[in-house]
């Protein structure tokens, strides 16, 4: 386990070792010196700042990428007056890459007044060959890139790029590796992402994931439980369980096994309150996770469930792999199977060759399900993937007036579902300070809704009974029961 490596340990006059993670810990140690010597010059450490700027897996990464600093002896710093800031990028929708470019515009100022400034950028955008080649030309002062395969390589990296006055890149198209046992900072010691699996197989006609986060590899069921026992004895009580498409997890694996299997293992592992996960695919959604949900008391009463659409038609262009039909069926069944549960799902407005007769498909499903919560995005074409080619692309003033009438609609419904649980009594996780008012605390519910409540900053990380009072829209006001 990486918490009994100890960097003492390790002689730098000796060659890296070849094999993972011991070669990470290698240069992790090489790193160290080098933040000595800064320590020694300047009478303080180095700070650093990771900016997360993507999804749940995003956040994760970034969590490796902190933890190996602080092994290395990084302080963190608040914002990105820094003298190390790392941006771990998303590329999912186009607005995405624009906001890099713009934090980089600031930074390079910044970095004339700071001459220890050193720049990284990592994540799914780097995975884009023309984003890479307009930063080696526009951007210059950058001093690393890396991707999504090779996050695991950052000490290395690092160390490289410290010796280096030049660009330093490493971007790997693919892998079939998975190195565990690195190290990792979590950012609530009371719950913690867990990744099941990465990258995914089903290339969806608008989504750029498969392409920067490559082909679906599972990770084995044993190393899964050795981490959460350990996070359990760690104190951590809730544990999300991480993948592009969790439901087809384990078919990979030398000895496959389901999802839902996987969900039986993890209720077993003693301290462990509650599980999430995110995100399932509707096609691979089967009848074994809805009992194995419906007879756990461990697993939330959360479903995220992504429609993307409500036509057929577009369903089919999407290469979802399911109908309208198939999705209400499923939807229903899972409410009437688990009546508590809270449903979500995210939807894509404006996809090439979407009519008003297909739109109104959408708002049709919306008012079937009844969602809990919707996230919706605007189609963002996206270089490389199949529907950005595709002609009968949708003019943006149209797709702006459907937008804001499914927000409209989306957000009506998710009020009242909110409300239906006025004046019960439910179990949160209480989770933080009440930003704007700190005699509350925030708790969240089983069904992911939240509930600020008076209470005493010693709760955080506890699991309580709150009384819900008031709904107030999408979260509640509360008491302790
Ligand atoms: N344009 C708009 N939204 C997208 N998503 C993925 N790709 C695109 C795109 N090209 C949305 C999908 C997905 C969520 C994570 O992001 O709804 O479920
Ligand atoms: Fe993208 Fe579809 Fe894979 Fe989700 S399932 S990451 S939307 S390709």
Redesign the pocket.
């Known amino acids: 386990m990486y918490q009994e490596m100890n960097l003492d340990n390790i002689n730098l006059n000796l060659e890296p070792p070849i094999e993972e993670p011991a070669r990470q810990y290698y240069f992790m140690a090489k790193c160290r010196e080098w933040v000595w010597d800064f320590e020694q010059k300047n009478g303080r450490s180095p700070k650093a700042c990771v900016v997360n700027m993507g999804c749940q897996m995003n956040a994760k990464d970034s969590e490796k990428l902190t933890g190996i600093l602080s092994q290395i002896g990084y302080e963190k710093a608040p914002d990105e007056h820094a003298d190390f800031v790392i941006y771990n990028t998303c590329t999912?929708r186009e607005n995405a890459n624009l906001k890099v470019y713009g934090h980089l515009g600031l930074l390079k100022h910044e970095k004339k007044t700071n001459p220890h400034m050193r720049i990284a950028l990592c994540g799914c955008m780097m995975q884009e060959p023309e984003v890479v080649e307009k930063l080696k030309k526009s951007y210059p002062f950058v001093n690393l890139i890396f991707g999504t395969h090779n996050i695991y390589k950052f000490a290395e990296l690092l160390a490289n790029s410290l010796e280096s006055e030049r660009m330093v890149i490493d971007i790997w198209k693919d892998t079939d590796r998975i190195v565990e046992e690195l190290p990792t900072e979590r950012k609530y010691p009371f719950k913690s992402g867990v990744n099941i699996m990465f990258g995914?197989?089903?290339?969806?006609s608008?989504?750029?994931?498969?392409y920067v986060?490559g082909r679906e590899r599972s990770r084995r069921p044993e190393d899964i439980i050795r981490e959460v026992r350990q996070l359990a004895s760690d104190g951590v009580s809730e544990i999300m369980l991480l993948g592009?498409?969790v439901n087809s997890y384990g078919k990979t694996l030398e000895h496959p096994m389901t999802f839902a299997q996987l969900l039986k293992e993890m209720e077993k592992i003693e301290g462990i309150r509650r599980i999430r996960f995110m995100?399932s695919?509707p096609k691979d959604l089967s009848d074994e996770l809805i009992r194995v949900m419906k007879e756990s008391n461990k697993i939330c009463r959360h479903l995220h469930l992504?429609l993307?659409s409500g036509s057929t038609n577009i369903l089919k262009a999407?290469?979802?792999k399911y109908t309208k039909e198939q999705y209400l069926d499923l939807a229903g069944k899972i409410r009437q199977e688990i009546p508590d549960i809270s449903l979500t799902t995210?939807i894509i407005v404006g996809f090439p060759g979407e009519t008003e007769a297909d739109f109104e498909e959408t708002l049709d499903v919306v008012r079937k399900v009844r969602y809990d919560n919707a996230y919706t995005f605007i189609y963002s074409k996206r270089t490389g993937t199949p529907a950005a080619s595709m002609e009968n692309q949708v003019p943006e003033a149209e797709v702006k007036v459907h937008f804001d009438r499914l927000l409209k609609e989306v957000q009506t419904i998710a009020r009242e579902q909110a409300a239906r649980f006025s004046g019960t009594v439910q179990e949160v996780l209480v989770e933080e300070r009440n930003e704007h008012d700190s005699r509350l605390l925030t708790g969240r519910m089983s069904n992911n809704l939240l509930v600020h409540f008076p209470g005493d900053p010693s709760l955080i990380g506890k699991l309580l009974l709150v009384k819900l009072e008031e709904c107030k829209g999408f979260y509640y006001m509360g008491t302790i029961s």
């Open positions: 999912v995914c197989n089903n290339f969806c608008y989504c750029i994931v498969p986060r592009q498409n995100t695919h992504p993307q999407m290469n979802r995210d």
